[in-house]
């Protein structure tokens, strides 16, 4: 189950006005004032997915390569199975999800209609593992156990 409810597939013609909506100053001045706090969000983050990395070195993660700065607003796994993966992940209490995105490369629709590899290879196998920043200590110990325990049992 990628997703539920029913979303619009054809590509945009127009780019909607709302995506153009102007800010008070009020506004502005909150939205300044967060980004310390997220940038604060994004190293705890950061600190989450490396402890995963480093604690789960058989998991196929999909990380970033060397000239790239990620933060991790999403960590994916890679699994042959991802359905019994996510099963496995749910009796461990771990929250887990498919991409809900669509392939775009299979809209009929889209001018481009070509093989997209990767793509293809994240959508059908990509498993989305817990990385956000309010994670506790106890809830990554749990993460990586399940994770280890999963991969050593070759589920």
């Known amino acids: 189950l990628k997703h539920t409810g029913k979303r619009q597939r054809n590509p945009i013609l127009k780019i909607p006005q709302i995506w153009f909506c102007k ?6 001045k909150v939205a300044i004032s967060m980004i310390k706090k997220v940038e604060k969000e994004n190293i705890d983050r950061i600190k989450n997915v490396n402890k995963l990395i480093s604690h789960c070195p ?13 933060v991790y607003w999403q960590l994916i796994v890679l699994n042959k199975n991802p359905s019994n993966f996510q099963k496995e992940l749910q009796r461990f209490g771990i929250d887990t999800s498919t991409t809900s995105l669509e392939l775009i490369s299979n809209l009929k629709k889209y001018q481009f209609n070509g093989d997209t590899q990767n793509a293809k290879i994240l959508f059908e196998n990509g498993l989305f593992i817990p990385s956000y920043h309010r994670l506790t200590k106890n809830e990554l110990k749990r993460v990586i156990s399940a994770l280890n325990f999963i991969e050593s049992n070759n589920i």
Do not use: D
């Open 58 to 70: 058989k998991i196929p993660f999909v990380v970033e390569n060397e000239n790239s700065r990620n």
């Open 23 to 28: 800010y008070t100053s009020f506004q502005s």
